[in-house]
């Protein structure tokens, strides 16, 4: 029995469909339910009686402290957050909320029921703590890649919310010996992603035959990770991670936001050749205050200490991602709702 928090969000549900296939135990899964949170995403757990939902905020320690009281899990696996960098520069104090706050506690109902597990139970027992390579700030072209040690230096609020969290999580290790695990990951993109983020929204957007947003000059690099790697390194650090350290996780894949833009645009004049030209959509858009330039991670320490590597080439990656868009228009619109449409004209209407 595993506790997963934001278990309806993108890489939760994704994390939990994989765990519930791998024949493992129960998932009593803690989730809000914001706008990035969807029932619909684990529809393929709707009959499997492992799987319990529970509509729920972290923030709020009384409903989390029940949790665990009844249900006993042998590990806690925190998603839940705000995750999108720009909804974090229009509006910081949910992040401020979920992130720093919703994590505090979280931690504290998680301390005080792990600190009355019998000795077995203590010494087994995990806190893994997903989080972000954007605590790192951001690397020049020629810089290597971020490693475990790199000082960290958030440079939005959402980056800055998710470095606070992570500074909680490594206190609760360090002063009262929490059995913690901290993992930091690159950009994930795959299936059941909320179409707020680059790649979802390029390519519903062309679907639609609207414009492709860049900001700036589209060359940030980002360093991509198909989200069932991201997963099956998250399984392998709670398997085999060791209590209080950080791991890296990243797809060894760097491509500039204009490479995987026109990378997207190929796919779709392959699946959609009546569109064809896509890349005719792609417009230049005023920057996001504060880009970040570079992310790159450094993955040995997660590879050598865990043996886990990934499987998924990011042109493989993005093709099946591409074709499980096109399969589930459905789903896009469902979780599209009238407050997407507001977000869509806040975030793009003035640039
Ligand atoms: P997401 O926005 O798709 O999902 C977040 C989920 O958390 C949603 O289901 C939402 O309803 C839930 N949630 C939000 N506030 C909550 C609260 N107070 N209590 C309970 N549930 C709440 O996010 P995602 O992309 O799946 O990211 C999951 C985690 O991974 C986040 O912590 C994020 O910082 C981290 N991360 C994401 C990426 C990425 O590329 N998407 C990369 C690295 C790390
Ligand atoms: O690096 C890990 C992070 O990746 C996670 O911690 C975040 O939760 C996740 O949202 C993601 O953050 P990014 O800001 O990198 O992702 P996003 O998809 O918003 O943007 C990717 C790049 O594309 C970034 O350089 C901004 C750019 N971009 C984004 C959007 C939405 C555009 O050029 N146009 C757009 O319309």
Redesign the pocket.
Known sequence: MILVTGGAGFIGSNFVLHWLAGGRGPVVNLDKLTYAGNAENLAAAREDPRHVFVRGDIADGGTVRRLLDAHRPAAVVNFAAE????RSIHGPAAFVRTNIVGTYELLEAVRHYWTALPPRERESFRFLHVS???VYGSLETHEPAFTEARAYAPNSP?AAS?AASDHLVRAYHHTWGLPTLTTN???NYGPRQFP????P?VIVNAVHGRSL???GD?G?V?DWLYVADHCSALLRVLEAGRPGEVYNIGGSAERT?LQVVHALAGILDELRPDRAPHARLITHVAD?PG?DRR?AMDTRKLESGTGWRPVEAFETGLRKTVAWYLDNMDWVGNVTSGEYRKWVDLNYGGR
């Open positions: 995750s999108h960098v720009d972000s390579d954007e959402y998710k990951c690159s950009n707020e983020k680059l790649i929204l947003p860049v900001y589209g940030n980002r936001n996001r880009h992310y």
